[in-house]
């Protein structure tokens, strides 16, 4: 794990760019409204050398954390990436020649250590978990070798969906995918740097310590600078923009019966080097 990350805390009822030291205290960053301007400014590198002179004000047990990136432009999400998971669909299907692309809303969200919430309008609250890649870089038509230099950093994400309302009409998942507060971002960011290796990052996720998912982006059929590559050539990426890279097989509503979320159940999502994403869940209130 890097020895310094960034988060979004809730202090004084406000979301507030931060960052973490290697000793896990919280270093305010009052230059910055979010991480956001950090990364559109171009000031991620001054501000881990303003992170490395400070002690920070709290210990990271003392804070609330937020999604990481709380105020995105763009939430991109990545379908059915991993090779393994497309087999899961047992359809005969080829894979597919081009990614499957959906967004989210940053209403969606909740940081690590909130409550992911389980709405009333269905009980099928399913888990996923992704590696993420911020964008620190703005670029449109962006070229796969020149990928990597448009990524600030990676976090992990619970990519929770309501299983039946992705199946509300013919075309589209954008409603299972929406709820609001039912997935999940962070907990930090951590920035890329020449010892990350994208093509070897492994992705966890347990449900109350049993592993259901596990998986190696050596596995992906869409690697993460052709993500890149291909949502560039019709989104212009932005500082701060989100791509989340797609779950591997082990998915809830893949067993028989499904395993889907209930109140009190605990998941964590994992990628050894960027850190674990914790979340319980409850019935939201209504």
């Excluded at 692309?101 to 992911?116: K, L, N, T, W, Y």
């Amino acid at each position: 794990m890097s020895d310094t990350r960034f988060v979004t805390i809730l202090e004084d009822g406000r979301a507030r760019p931060a960052g973490l030291t290697p000793q896990d205290r919280v270093v305010l960053l009052p230059q910055f409204s979010s991480l956001r301007q950090m990364l559109a400014r171009g000031e991620m590198e001054a501000a881990l050398n303003y992170i490395s002179t400070r002690e920070g004000r709290y210990a990271l047990d003392e804070v609330e954390l937020l999604p990481v990136i709380n105020n995105a432009q763009k939430y991109f999400c990545i379908g059915v990436n991993y090779a393994n998971r497309n087999a899961e669909y047992k359809d005969g299907s080829e894979p597919p020649k081009n990614p499957s692309v959906f967004m989210r809303s940053r209403e969606s969200f909740v940081g690590h250590g909130q409550f992911i919430e389980r709405p009333p309008e269905s009980h099928q609250l399913d888990y996923e978990g992704e590696i993420v890649v911020i964008i620190g870089k703005e670029g449109r038509r962006i070229k796969r070798e020149n990928a990597r230099h448009h990524i600030a950093g990676l976090t992990v994400m619970n990519e929770g969906t309501l299983r039946d309302w992705v199946r509300h009409a013919k075309f589209n998942v954008t409603q299972g995918k929406n709820f609001e507060r039912s997935g999940a971002l962070g907990p930090w960011m951590v920035p890329l740097t020449d010892k990350i290796d994208l093509t070897d990052l492994t992705i966890q996720t347990k449900v109350n310590g049993e592993m259901r998912q596990d998986d190696h982006t050596s596995n992906m059929m869409f690697p993460i600078e052709m993500q890149i590559e291909y949502l560039s050539k019709f989104a212009r990426l932005q500082p701060g923009d989100v791509i989340a890279t797609g779950t591997p097989n082990g998915a809830g509503a893949r067993f028989d019966p499904p395993k889907y979320l209930v109140p009190g159940d605990v998941v964590e999502v994992t990628c050894p080097g960027i850190g674990t994403l914790r979340n319980e869940v409850r019935d939201e209130e209504v």
